[in-house]
């Protein structure tokens, strides 16, 4: 079955930096956009930003633009959301969710990983 | 306009139908997705497309669109679905995907 597994909670200090990774499995990897999705505690969700099948390019929430990198590795089948220069307000669970799109009117992110929580403290 | 608004809290009778709303210009020109979120799990794709129903996801759940405005219906609410729920879309300027703020939903 379809199915994204992702890496374990991070616990870093404000200013490092921290890579999550998401391995996918039970389909065609290479045929699929990935999404990247977060979620302070108690808070709404929020886009990260995207990446391409090929892992050629990728867009990014302004809000995150400098901070974050989308890339993948075909060959393992798995993508990786970095983010640097981490503060206290990137504490959240961070997801990947596969992309799937219909006639260029219609995106929905399915399936979704499991979550990492990544804390920041100072 | 990059957002997309959703009513922060609904509440529901149960058995009863509830529609939840989610408005912003994006949805002129793009359908919405809906995603059903319990406490502690990740999202679940619940309405995609055209007021599509992902396989496993019960026929109470219906999705429709109209102008800048789409609404995720639940016909006869039950105790199990009481959850946040989050509408998604493509922005206007196609390089951005944008969440609403979410709805809660308490069926009482």
């Known amino acids: 079955q379809v199915q994204l597994v992702q890496s374990g909670a991070e616990v870093k200090k404000s200013g490092a930096s921290v890579k999550v990774s998401c391995k996918a499995s039970?389909?065609?990897?290479?045929?699929?956009?990935m999404h990247w999705v977060r979620q302070a505690p108690g808070q709404g969700l929020e886009w990260i930003g995207v990446i391409n099948p090929s892992g050629s390019a990728t867009l990014y929430a302004q809000k995150l633009q400098g901070r974050v990198t989308l890339t993948r590795d075909t060959s393992t089948s798995t993508d990786y959301m970095e983010l640097s220069s981490l503060r206290s307000d990137d504490t959240a669970v961070y997801y990947c969710?596969?992309?799937?799109?219909?006639?260029?009117?219609?995106?929905?992110?399915?399936?979704w990983g499991q979550g990492t929580l990544v804390t920041v403290s100072s | 306009s990059s957002e997309l608004t959703q009513d922060p809290t609904v509440s529901v009778a149960l058995g009863q139908a509830v529609r939840i709303t989610c408005q912003g210009d994006s949805l002129r020109s793009n359908y919405a997705s809906w995603y059903q979120q319990k406490p502690g799990q990740a999202p679940l794709l619940v309405i995609y497309?055209?007021?599509n129903r992902p396989s496993g996801i019960p026929d109470r759940f219906s999705g429709s669109n109209s102008g800048d405005t789409a609404s995720l219906t639940i016909t006869g609410a039950q105790a199990e679905d009481e959850a946040d729920y989050y509408c998604n879309s493509r922005d206007s300027s196609g390089h951005r995907w944008v969440f609403g703020g979410g709805t809660k939903l308490t069926v009482l």
């Open positions: 039970g389909y065609s990897f290479t045929s699929y956009w």
């Open positions: 497309d055209r007021g």
């Open positions: 969710a596969r992309d799937n799109s219909a006639a260029d009117k219609a995106w929905w992110f399915d399936p």
